[in-house]
């Protein structure tokens, strides 16, 4: 008769000589690095100006609970979660500010084979990486807003390539190639309260008047230039005689048509944008300025590494929305 706890026996020895020649004997390759357990490291945290001692105190509170969020649901793999914080307000950025920006960044480095073992216990770990991870408070980056009036901007507007969609209660701003040569993309977010948004589109007669004074700047700085600048700034007069119902709609504007005015164009045009502002009356004034009054989320991935995307797609998971939502105007 076959003596089972010999057989049960041998097979928990092979289980641990599999495992003893996976930890210690295997041949190094990217797709054993992916398996292995990651590890979180904490990067600079630091990176802070104008902001007050006690406002300080309360943002340091708000980017902990969301290092919380992330360390508790979503576990690296094949990487190093390296994380930093950030609290700065410089004065070149707005002029009447309403609420500090501050953010939390994830950057995924992988784990490398080691070039002089072929011992997966030997890796190294990758010392900078473009994949990562951004939540702020108070700030939209790729479109330069923050919770402050414009600070002398030269346009007196900023740029959206297009409107955001509102996806399961929130704003989606779409996939944005950072770097097509890398298959470097971006995925941004935008959470509010109230179904608002911190900014608002300029109309057009807004955006006729801004032009109107930059172009006649123009003529001031460089009076040789006077009959250039004037015939566009006789088409922008002819226009802001048109009816109100054109004048009220949003400014869709082509790029190389800045510091000139040629006419409108449909929105979603190639090389069009949409003329924005900071909207001040999206925010509760009568809260301390530390307090998060709106999020952005930004995923940014290298396409085609699988230690990246399969990360970032559990980060993914682990960023709670719903969470970030709760927290704002607190």
Known sequence: MINKYRIMGKIIVFAFLLIAQFSFGQDCTEELLLQKPGTWKAGIQGSIHGVSPADL???????????????????PKGCQVLYSTSYS???????????DPYHYTMYILPFLCNNKSTDISKFTVAIASATNVTISANEISWLN?????????????YKLADRPVKKDGYYYFGKDKVDPGQELVEYQW????????????LSRREYLQLQQKRLEKSIKESPGE??????????????????????????????NDEERFSGFVKEGTKGSFIAV?????????????SSPQFFTVIYTLSQGEPVFE??????????DFAALKNMLGK
């Open 277 to 289: 502002k900071p909207n001040l009356e999206y925010y509760n004034k009568k809260l301390p300025m």
């Open 145 to 157: 807003i923050f919770a402050a009036t414009i600070h002398d901007d030269f346009r007196g507007y």
């Open 89 to 99: 307000k410089y004065p070149s950025a707005g002029d009447v500010w309403i609420s």
């Open 226 to 255: 006077k009959e250039y600048f004037q015939k566009f700034i006789d088409n922008i007069s002819e226009y802001l005689t048109k009816p109100d119902s054109d004048l009220s709609q949003t400014a869709i504007c082509m790029s």
């Open 57 to 75: 105190v309360k943002e340091k509170s708000v980017l902990a609970a969301i290092h919380k969020m992330e360390n508790t649901k979503y576990n």
């Open 190 to 201: 935008l959470i509010t309260y109230n179904d608002a948004l911190p900014f608002s589109y």
């Open 310 to 319: 399969e990360n970032i797609a559990a980060i993914i998971e682990a960023t």
